[in-house]
């Protein structure tokens, strides 16, 4: 799996890291990897994906009160043990973000 990169973000992500089994599919499927890259931007831009409106609503309080912030994002393309769901989730103090498939956390 190449180097995350973000662009314009609106908030500091700090180190970026994966799970094992996000970071081992990524290296097997290029097109997993891309997703990878195009749902970690959306999340430092502030489109939290595919949580309900009170997700994100809790999450943009969390920009104003440095709280953590979590994400989803589906893609049916890459079904993980039945789902096809990653997580993002950037720590309160912004020291890291996480991607990682909701049964490992």
């Known amino acids: 799996m190449n180097t995350l990169f973000v662009i314009n973000a609106a908030f500091n992500t ?3 890291v994966a799970s094992r089994g996000v970071f081992d599919l990524a290296c097997e499927n290029i097109d997993f990897a891309h997703f990878i ?3 970690l931007n959306r999340h430092v831009k502030g489109d939290w994906g595919d949580v309900d409106d009170e997700d994100k609503q809790t999450n943009d309080q969390a920009l104003r ?3 953590r912030l979590l994400s989803a994002y589906n893609d049916d393309r ?3 043990n039945s789902v096809a769901t990653i997580w993002i989730i950037t720590e ?4 890291s973000t996480t991607i990682l498939f909701p049964d490992e956390y």
């Open 14 to 16: 700090g180190q970026i």
């Open 65 to 67: 009160q440095d709280t």
């Open 78 to 80: 890459f079904p993980q």
């Open 92 to 95: 309160a103090d912004r020291s």
């Open 37 to 39: 890259q195009k749902s």
